[in-house]
């Protein structure tokens, strides 16, 4: 018979909750403002994140678990490190807050659905927005990026999926439907050469981003504003 356990420190509801990818340690988003972290082994509290001024949408650890981006009521996307347990980016977006963020499978990227209908992928070494979509005709609830990274997922209560090519940086497909449904892709039915190109990707992905690579290393906020494509 299985036994369960019960995380309580928050004193607001859990709006989402992250497991690292060693399961070692998970992650809660709370309307109390914070994210806390646990050790799942042990069973014991680890730390808590407290920068955000409103609700905590969302929060996910990076691939190596060495970071947490973060979004909030307060419109910003947020990244923290795990190891000295403080915010060391953020990106303010004055039109709406995001609903969920998530790394992409190489830890250099984080993409934000937005709650006004757009899907942003930020550059967390280069401090900049890289694309911004706005294919979506209301708020984007959810994201997955393909195991890739050459493409990015999004769910919004348009009623739609849509399918964003990020090394093209436009709309590859629109899925329709309100039930649980199961599309087959064709992701992988390319010409000769874009095959080539990324099957390299894959076996040779990026390298994660050192902590001294993130620029700039302190608290700071990054406005949205003209970096639309």
Request: glycine fraction near 6%; proline fraction near 3%; include cysteine.
């Amino acid at each position: 018979k299985g036994e369960s356990t019960i995380f309580k420190a928050h004193t607001s509801s859990v709006r989402c909750v992250d497991f690292s990818s060693d399961g070692q340690t998970i992650i809660t988003a709370s309307d109390d403002k914070s994210i806390k972290a646990w050790n799942v082994h042990h069973q014991r509290f680890l730390f808590s994140l407290s920068q955000h001024t409103n609700w905590v949408r969302c929060a996910k650890f990076s691939p190596d678990g060495r970071l947490i981006t973060s979004c909030s009521d307060d419109k910003t996307v947020r990244i923290w490190d795990t190891t000295n347990r403080v915010c060391i980016n953020t990106f303010m977006d004055y039109k709406g807050h995001s609903n969920y963020v998530n790394f992409n499978p190489s830890g250099t990227c984080v993409a934000s659905a937005g709650a006004d209908s757009t899907v942003k992928v930020w550059d967390i070494r280069m401090n900049k927005l890289l694309q911004h979509y706005q294919v979506h005709s209301a708020g984007v609830n959810s994201l997955s990026f393909h195991p890739s990274g050459n493409y990015l997922l999004s769910a919004s209560n348009d009623g739609t999926v849509k399918v964003l090519d990020l090394l093209e940086g436009r709309l590859l497909y629109t899925l329709h439907g309100h039930q649980v449904l199961v599309w087959r892709t064709n992701f992988d039915k390319f010409g000769n050469k874009k095959v080539v190109k990324l099957q390299q990707k894959r076996l040779c992905p990026e390298v994660p981003p050192h902590l001294n690579d993130i620029y700039p290393r302190s608290s700071h906020f990054h406005t949205s504003t003209g970096h639309s494509i």
